[in-house]
């Protein structure tokens, strides 16, 4: 995939003229670069060598073989739900498979990880980290069972490029959607949402329980065999037995 995006990043850029595209072949983490930008622009990196994931994990970017993308956005309600929205929407309008979201936003293919989305606010600025697994075809042996791309998954390779361009077009749309719409059809999308046996990894322990929808903030109310409800308000969610 390195030639493909290398080469088309000029396509991206007439895609979107109006838009700031910032490319690096290589960099540490897109995070920091469009920490530095504002809302509208688009970082996208060839490799990473300091990829950030969620809870303080690192995101294995290998050079030429997945998406690396920051974009800078408004902040609003929901948009870490909208954008796993929108990671959905892009794989299936360009390779053409339906993925499930693992609330909050784990993009899932056959039960395994195909793309990761991390947000931070910054001076008012949300900061969209979207990594998609796209041509690899093995990963590191820690990540090998949690882990698929699109060209692992469908035996075929992915134009990373026509994948950038629904993305940033798809994350303009539901980052933009209502929130009761984003709930609506998170709930559709995501296995997870409701009627899921889940394990849930908490601050303070770990509990199992039966999903039993979103709040209205978007939080995942988990309930636990004795009845009780609990509201999960950040990740750590997995399917039980796993
Ligand atoms: C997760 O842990 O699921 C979130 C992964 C987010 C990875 C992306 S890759 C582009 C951007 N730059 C980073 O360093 N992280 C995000």
């Known amino acids: 995939m390195s030639p493909d995006i290398h080469r088309d990043i000029h396509r991206m850029r007439r895609e979107f003229p109006e838009r700031r595209i910032d490319y690096y072949p290589t960099i540490d983490s897109t995070m920091h670069a469009a920490a530095a930008c504002p809302v509208g622009t688009v970082v996208i990196a060839e490799e990473q060598t300091a990829g950030i994931g969620r809870h303080g994990h690192s995101w294995h970017s290998e050079a030429g073989r997945g998406i690396y993308c920051s974009m800078v ?7 870490t739900l909208a954008l796993g929205l929108a990671v959905a929407d892009a794989i299936a309008s360009t390779a053409g498979v339906t993925c499930d979201l693992r609330w909050p936003n784990d993009v899932m293919l056959g039960g395994k990880k195909v793309a990761g989305i991390l947000v931070q606010l910054v001076d008012g600025r949300a900061i969209a980290g979207i990594g998609i697994n796209v041509n690899q075809d093995a990963f590191p042996e ?15 390779n992915a134009c990373a490029t026509d994948l950038l361009i629904a993305l940033v077009r798809a994350v303009d749309v539901f ?5 009761d719409n984003v709930l609506r059809l998170f ?3 995501s296995s997870y949402a ?11 322990g770990v509990i199992v329980g039966t999903t039993a929808g979103l709040d209205s903030s978007g939080f995942l109310i988990v309930r636990r065999d004795d009845g009780s409800d609990t509201v ?3 990740g750590g969610v997995r399917a039980a037995g796993t």
């Not at 882990?147 to 998954?153: D, E, G, R, V």
């Not at 980052?175 to 929130?179: H, Y």
């Open 175 to 179: 980052a933009r959607e209502e929130k």
């Open 142 to 156: 820690e990540l090998a069972g949690t882990a698929t791309s699109l060209k692992a998954y469908t035996g075929r």
């Open 232 to 234: 999960v308000l950040a």
């Open 73 to 79: 956005l408004e902040p609003a309600p929901v948009l």
């Open 194 to 204: 409701a009627g899921r046996r889940v394990t849930v990894d908490l601050p303070d």
């Open 187 to 189: 709930a559709h999308a």
